[in-house]
């Protein structure tokens, strides 16, 4: 079925979605970028939640064009399950689901950074079929399609491995965001051999190891719209990604957590083991 789906209705319909997270950005994002009033930035559950009025447009904007794209389909929007949590269900649904972060790194775009991106990804029935990332700010646009590779800005990527012997350098959930258990999780990754870091914004982290600039990631939340895109991209990339329970993550939840996206299935396998406390694990 899924297939079926990827041949003959998602089809040649890639690129019109690209267009559509270009032209979102475009006109509700980029005249934003450095621009902000005060009064449209909002905290949402705390200093380093916010929102902006470029979020909120920027989605709305997105769910119209996509689902007029996909008759049928529905949203899964950061800022509309925000409003109403109940709307994150879609995930478990029969309907084909768009998987929207239309500012992924928000506190970045407020601070006139720009590393932020938008995230767009389709799933049916929890399978990630094809997901977008777009760098407006830095011209870079990343897609993938399940079973037929990703690119960026039209060039394949290749994940690669990291080279013997080599720190790992990766990308974690910050500390303050985290369980207790989840903390202890991630010290693991203070050791010999690895350079944890806190991480930015999640989709272009995902990018980095798809790219193969950055070796994995250890990250400590599930919300789809952070993850669908990037794990996509990393697997047809050719990269893995495992959770501390070793099972692959999934979108529609209830995942065991931190969980990791790597550059190959050992530097996975390495990192899932030492955030198990497991050391000499996985080397």
């Known amino acids: 079925m899924i297939d079926d789906f990827l041949e003959h209705v998602l089809g040649g319909r890639t ?7 270009r032209k979102a950005a475009a006109a509700e994002i980029m005249p934003r970028f450095r621009q902000l009033a005060a009064e449209e930035i909002v905290e949402k559950n705390g200093p380093h939640d916010l929102v902006t009025v470029a979020d909120r447009a920027a989605e709305a904007h997105l769910t119209a064009s996509l689902t007029a794209l996909l008759p049928g389909s529905v949203v899964v929007g950061e800022e509309a399950v925000h409003a109403d949590p109940a709307l994150y269900e879609a995930l478990r649904g029969d ?16 601070h006139g950074d720009p590393g932020f991106c938008t995230l767009v990804a389709l799933a049916l029935h929890g399978e990630l079929l094809a997901s977008w990332t777009f760098a407006p700010a830095l011209e870079e646009f990343a897609v993938a399609v399940r079973g037929r590779g990703a690119t960026l800005n039209g060039q394949p990527l290749h994940a690669g491995s990291p080279a013997p012997g080599a720190v790992l350098e990766v990308a974690t959930s910050h500390p303050d965001y985290t369980t207790p258990d989840q903390k202890r999780a991630l010290l693991g990754l203070v050791t010999e051999g690895v350079a944890p870091r806190p991480c930015g914004s999640a989709g272009l982290e995902y990018l980095a190891v798809a790219r193969g600039t950055l070796d994995a990631t250890a990250f400590s939340w599930e919300y789809a719209w952070d993850h669908a895109a990037g794990l996509l991209l990393v697997a047809e990339a050719g990269g893995a990604q495992t ?6 993550f999934r979108v529609t939840g209830g995942n065991a957590l931190p969980f990791t996206v790597a550059r190959d299935t050992a530097t996975a396998e390495r990192i899932r083991a030492l955030l198990m406390g ?3 694990r996985g080397r």
């Not at 690129?15 to 997270?21: C, G």
């Not at 239309?102 to 775009?109: A, L, N, S, Y």
């Not at 959770?243 to 692959?248: M, R």
């Open 15 to 21: 690129t019109e979605v690209e267009e559509a997270v």
């Open 243 to 248: 959770t501390i329970a070793g099972e692959p």
């Open 278 to 280: 497991d050391g000499h």
């Open 95 to 110: 309907a084909p689901v768009w998987i929207v972060d239309p500012v992924d790194g928000t506190r970045q775009f407020v």
